[in-house]
């Protein structure tokens, strides 16, 4: 025998409804099937949808483990070509003390000289690659990263989308502290990407 917890009264061990108060004595999960059902199925799905995504991450992680590191943790020089996710980008040369042919291209700080950075970018993926300057921006030695700035140029990379297995080269031209060391092209080909490449000039 077993005392009833709501009336006190003395009931059978085995018994799921005391017979004085009629009070229902199975625990929770017995009195609710209904939502224990479906709490059971929600952990489930949860459980299965955190081991895929996991197994999915290891697995693109050790597939494509060389362009993860490259674009997190390395830093490049002039000449390396670095292959991302969906396409490669080149530096191919770097003029640290650029002067522009127009007697009217001065750098808008008498401190900055111009850098003239030679770029090729192809496209490996299987859909359209967006180009464009703005995807870059230089860093001198006071750490100030800017975009490029205006200067009359033959050959300055377009903003265009590139085809599967297209190709484009450019001219870019940036102002920076002049004499600065280290100077670093920072690339990253969209606004929300949270990886960006390094290449030191």
């Not at 640290?96 to 090729?120: G, I, R």
Request: hydrophobic share 35%.
């Amino acid at each position: 025998m077993k005392k009833c917890p709501k009336c006190k009264e003395d009931i059978a061990d085995g018994a799921t409804k005391c017979k004085h108060c009629n009070a229902d004595l199975r625990n929770w999960f017995a009195r609710h099937k209904f939502l224990t059902g479906f709490l059971v199925v929600v952990l489930l799905i949860i459980i299965l949808a955190s081991v895929g995504s996991k197994g999915n991450k290891s697995s693109s992680s050790s597939s494509s483990s060389s362009a993860s590191s490259q674009t997190a943790n390395q830093e490049y020089k002039v000449g390396d070509v670095i292959n991302l996710n969906d396409h490669t980008l080149q530096v191919t040369s770097a003029n640290k003390n650029w002067k522009s042919s127009n007697e009217f291209d001065k750098p808008q700080d008498s401190k900055n000289s111009f850098v003239l950075v030679d770029v090729t970018i192809a496209n490996s993926g299987s859909s359209d690659l967006d180009v464009s300057s703005y995807d870059f921006q230089l860093e001198d030695s006071t750490g100030a990263k800017r975009h490029t700035t205006i200067a009359v140029v033959d050959g300055d990379l377009q903003s265009m989308a590139l085809a599967k297995g297209g190709k484009t080269s450019g001219k870019l031209v940036f102002e920076a502290i002049a004499g600065s060391n280290p100077l670093k092209l920072h690339y990253s080909n969209s606004i929300f990407s949270t990886n960006e490449v390094v290449i030191n000039l």
